[in-house]
């Protein structure tokens, strides 16, 4: 009982400079005025400006555009990445076929290798998608399946082989025992690739500062840095720290719905891996 006491002090302590204090400093100066913000200190403030920044930021910040933009990438990123991913990892398990590991250790290994960008661009220019939401997408795609790849063949080569067998001995076709049968138990494993992935993709400024040319097409990470550099008087932190607790909004209220589900199969992965 000490032992576990002196853990989550040791815990608390550590957490409370790295984590509680940035996220204190963001929000609370994200509620004061303009002068106030720029002390960049803890205390409360003087003067509340809460509607005047949130709605600066929904107005002059291109909010509402980037949310949108953000969703069209991350949405379709994540299910494409899972289905494809976990098909892929289900071919890579069960092969005994040395020229299919191959293909999976060069898959795996886009995780450390960063994207080739020139190519990117060119290849996206000539298919008429650069500067597309879409051909932004594509990337995202292509370059986070190793991810999903790598966490789910192990997972999957875990997996007793003989409920697959017996699908296909009561008639079920391939698909039909990917979607009854593997997927239910992939489920875990899976929902940590979904949040490792939407981290990644939402959080993107390198490649959407190369593949988006338009603010039409701006993300959440760009419509907040346009809206930090806007300013020739310098940064306004009130608003940009407005911005971004509302860039960060989604990814928290959708961790707060999910958390059960996340840490479940944080463990049940953990357990099977």
Known sequence: MLGRILKYTALSLFALPWVVVPVWMILVNSFKAE??????????????????????????????????????????????????????????????????????????????????????????????????????????????MGLVVFLTTGFVRGLPIELEEAAAIDGASRMRTYFSVLLPMLRSILLVGAVLIVIVVWNDFFFGQLLLKTSANATLPLTLYSFASASVSGLSWNLVFAHLVMTSAPLVIIYLFAQRRILAGLTEGGLKG
């Open 35 to 144: 002068g106030e913000a720029a002390l960049l200190s803890l205390d409360l403030p003087t003067k509340w400006a809460i509607v005047e920044n949130y709605t600066a930021v929904i107005v002059q910040g291109n909010y509402v555009v980037g949310l949108r933009n953000s969703l069209l990438v991350a949405v379709p990123t994540v299910i494409v990445v899972l289905l494809l991913g976990s098909l892929a990892s289900w071919g890579y398990a069960r092969s005994k076929r040395r020229s299919t590991q191959v293909f999976f250790y060069i898959t795996s290994l886009s995780i450390l290798l960063p994207p080739a960008v020139i190519p990117t661009i060119f290849i996206l220019s000539t298919v008429g998608l650069d500067g597309s939401i879409t051909g932004y997408a594509l990337m995202m795609m292509g370059t986070r």
